[in-house]
């Protein structure tokens, strides 16, 4: 493993998982972007996502499950778990314990990150939380 990735892999899971978003700031460069389903993301916007993530969730906890790199290039396949017992996107505390995985494939340079397109599926979050069930449209 390259100190970049575990430099990466190590940030990930103090600020996602532990909630120390001080770790991924310090890894980040200045004109970081996070792409998503929801459009192009800065620094700020991500902290306010763990911080939520956090709020709503106990025991919020991130695992890598794989972590690979190619030059500039580190993929991350990563799964959170946590019981939802606050807010999150608009749904009261349901006390459900959660699953859900997802992507981030992050490019680098020089020790810092420069941009990640991050991919995982809301729809999961939500099935299970028991909230809704999302079928495929007609």
């Known amino acids: 493993m390259s100190t970049m990735l575990a430099n990466v892999a190590a940030a990930w ?44 969730f106990s025991d919020f906890n991130v695992e890598i499950r794989h972590a690979v790199e190619d030059n500039e290039l580190i993929a991350i396949h990563w799964q959170s778990t946590g019981t939802h017992t606050g807010t999150f996107m608009g749904v009261p505390p349901t006390g459900r314990t959660v699953n859900v995985s997802g ?36």
């Open 103 to 138: 992507a981030a494939f992050i490019k680098h340079r020089d020790g810092k990150i420069l941009e990640e397109h991050t991919v995982w599926d809301p729809r999961e979050l939500l099935s299970a939380m028991k909230i809704v069930h999302l079928g495929a449209g007609k």
């Open 13 to 56: 899971v103090r600020a996602w998982g532990d909630g120390e978003t001080a770790a991924f700031q310090e890894i980040v460069a200045d004109d970081y972007v996070r792409h998503s389903k929801s459009g192009a993301e800065g620094l700020e916007d991500v902290i306010k996502q763990i911080e939520a993530s956090h709020e709503a």
